[in-house]
């Protein structure tokens, strides 16, 4: 079992930044694909970024390219996701998810969630 709780979300302008963070706790962290998804209201959760366990390789959405970066510190249990030069189409609540799989860009593919943090970025 792994539990996650996200922080950092919160209200920004639009160009702002910020920075989020998932604490894990319970199985190996190192062990586990890192991903952080987004569910705006009326519509599906997305993918935004993820990062493989091992090799550490990152994955993207296309619209977040350039803007966000996906980190993780093995030591501390924690998952980042910064972000820049944020738009308001990125507001939404941002949950964090771990899978034991490589290259996992589903949601059905992650066993394990947090509760989610919300941004919400004004124009």
């Known amino acids: 079992q792994v539990h996650l709780v996200e922080s950092g979300g919160g209200l920004v302008q639009a160009g702002g930044s910020l920075r989020l963070s998932c604490a894990a706790s319970g199985r190996t962290f190192s062990s586990y694909t890192m991903g952080w998804f987004r569910q705006a209201p009326g519509k599906e959760r997305e993918f935004v970024a993820a990062i493989n366990w091992g090799d550490s390789t990152t994955y993207y959405k296309d619209s977040v390219k350039g803007r966000f970066t996906i980190s993780r510190d093995n030591a501390k249990n924690t998952v980042y996701l910064q972000m820049n030069s944020l738009k308001p189409e990125d507001t939404a609540v941002y949950y964090c998810?771990?899978?034991?799989?490589?290259?996992?860009?589903?949601?059905?593919?992650?066993?394990?969630w947090g509760q989610g943090t919300q941004v919400t970025v004004s124009s």
């Open positions: 998810a771990a899978s034991p799989q490589q290259m996992v860009v589903t949601t059905t593919r992650y066993d394990y």
